[in-house]
Structure formats: structure tokens, C-alpha cells
């Protein structure tokens, strides 16, 4: 069950009107790697979660921190668009920088949202639930989560570059400093599970089953050899369960594909027709 506290976490109070910036805001909202992600990503992967603890615990007390954060962001947006001054259509048609301006707006935060915040990104493409992760595999998913915070924050530090209002670059760098615990915490987490689960892989698949002789090799699909200069390529695995090995040439380990002609009712080109037509590619040869 959820309580809504009607104090924010942090203010969220620009300076001055800034249309424009609010539709930059939008991302960290909206986006790919917003709040409105992370938030339903921790909440999903919680709810989910086959049991009860402290990493369930740690979920949901993210999860819920991250609603506050779409709230502290939808509050900014909406006061950077409350009395924002208003563009002269005319006006715009012959003043570049006015025209520049208008064009740097989202028209849906007038049309659509009445001055409000929106569930999209900064170019408008709608939130989607597409955009998260939860497996029901914690370690996996923690390695989600950290990935999700560290594109997160990085997106806010570019925002806080971009604007020179002090109301704006003050939430920021809250939410920075919020994004900068978050990766810590996961990563805390996930070295917790992997001394627990299994180094790196999660020990869920019975080792046997996979195809051993490949599970530790690097194969070089690349111009010269740069990538077998790596940790990744020689002495022993991180897992503790293999020895990296790097194969500078590969071999293909299937033949051929050659499929069945499809039955009639599908009405492919039949394989005589193919057969009369094909000629070799000389540079397939």
C-alpha cells in the first residue's frame, strides 16, 4: 500500500519560465532511462520477487524513492512552462531567433497536457513499459538496475550543463547524488549475490548442460588481433570456473543450411525455379 506525502523528497523551484528546457526535462522522465523506468523496473522486479528480505526491501524502498522523483521532475516541468511567455505566431515568421525559440518547445505541453509534464520522452515518443526489466532472477536484474543508473545519471549531468538556472542545476544535482547511491547500492548488492549465487554468471544452469568447451573463448571477428590484448582473452575467468582462451581464426562449427521446400499451401518460389535462376556470386566463392 502506498501513502502520498504531499511534501516533495527535494524542491523543485526554477528560477524563471524556461518552455524550452522543460522539453529537455522530459528525458529523465519519460525516457528510455527515466524515472518512470527505474521507478516501475524496481517496483516490477520487487512485487515479483518469489519470497520476502532485504533485497525485496531494497526494491521497493528504491522503487518508491523513484516515484518521487517522477513527482519532483513532473512539479519542475510545469513550473518551468507556469507563465512562460508567449510566442507571436507573425512575430515568429520573421524573427529567426524567436522562430528558434517556438521551434525548441513541445507544443504538446500546451495542446495536450494544459502546461503539465507528460509521460514521454524529450522528442515525444510515449513511455513505454518496453523500456524495463524484471526477470524474477536478482542478480541479473541488479545488473539492470545498475545499468539504468548509470545511463540515468548521465543524462541528468548533461542536462545540468545545459542550463545556467540555479532553481534547475539545485534538483539536479540531487538527483545526480541520488543516482550516484543507487549505482552504489546495486553494486553492493550484486558482489553480495554473486559470493551467494555464483561469480558473474547466476548458478542456476546446471553447468553440464551448457557447451563447456566454448563457455570460456574468445573468438576474433575482427580486422587484426587488438582484442586479445584484454583481460578477457588470457588466465583465468572471473568466475573462478574457467580459463579464457582466444581462437584468432574461428571455424564455423555448423555446415551448410540447406532447408526442406515448403509445402505447397505456403506458395514459396519453388527449388527447380531457384536452381534455374541462381548464379554463384564470384565473391561468395
Known amino acids: ?18 518552455p524550452v528546457f522543460a522539453k529537455k526535462l522530459q528525458e529523465i522522465l519519460g525516457g528510455q532511462f527515466g524515472e518512470i523506468s527505474v ?68 507544443p504538446q505541453h500546451a495542446i495536450v497536457s494544459g502546461l503539465g509534464a507528460m509521460p514521454s520522452d524529450s522528442v515525444g515518443n510515449r513511455w513505454t513499459a518496453d523500456y524495463i526489466i524484471a526477470s524474477g532472477n536478482l542478480l541479473a536484474d541488479f545488473r539492470a538496475n545498475l545499468n539504468a543508473e548509470s545511463q540515468g545519471r548521465l543524462q541528468a549531468v548533461r542536462l545540468y550543463e545545459e542550463t545556467n538556472d540555479r532553481g534547475v542545476k539545485d534538483m539536479l544535482s540531487w538527483l545526480i547524488a541520488r543516482d ?7 553494486i553492493a548488492a550484486i558482489h553480495e549475490l554473486e559470493e551467494k549465487q555464483g561469480v558473474v554468471v547466476p548458478a542456476t544452469f546446471p553447468r553440464e548442460l551448457q557447451k563447456e568447451e566454448v563457455a570460456y573463448t574468445l573468438f576474433n571477428y575482427s580486422a587484426g588481433n587488438d582484442s586479445a590484448k584484454g583481460r578477457w ?13 582466444y581462437v584468432e581464426h574461428p571455424q564455423p562449427y555448423g555446415g551448410k543450411p540447406v532447408l526442406n521446400p515448403a509445402p505447397l499451401w505456403v506458395h514459396d518460389t519453388p527449388l527447380d525455379l531457384l536452381n534455374m535462376k541462381h548464379r554463384p556470386d564470384p565473391d561468395l566463392k
Open 180 to 186: 550516484t547511491m543507487h549505482q552504489n547500492q546495486w
Open 233 to 245: 582473452a588470457h588466465g583465468p575467468a572471473p568466475d573462478g570456473c574457467g580459463v579464457f582462451n
Open 1 to 18: 500500500m502506498f501513502y502520498h506525502v504531499k511534501e516533495l523528497q527535494y524542491r523543485a523551484v526554477p528560477e524563471r519560465p524556461d
Open 39 to 106: 521507478a516501475m523496473q524496481y517496483l516490477f522486479q520487487g512485487w515479483g520477487a518469489r519470497g520476502e528480505g532485504k533485497y525485496v526491501d531494497l526494491l521497493m524502498d528504491t522503487g518508491t524513492e523513484e516515484l518521487a522523483h517522477v513527482e519532483m521532475l513532473a512539479t519542475m516541468i510545469a513550473r518551468l512552462l507556469d507563465n512562460a511567455p508567449e510566442v507571436d505566431l507573425d512575430e515568429a515568421v520573421d524573427n529567426p531567433v524567436v522562430a528558434a525559440i517556438l521551434g525548441g518547445t513541445n
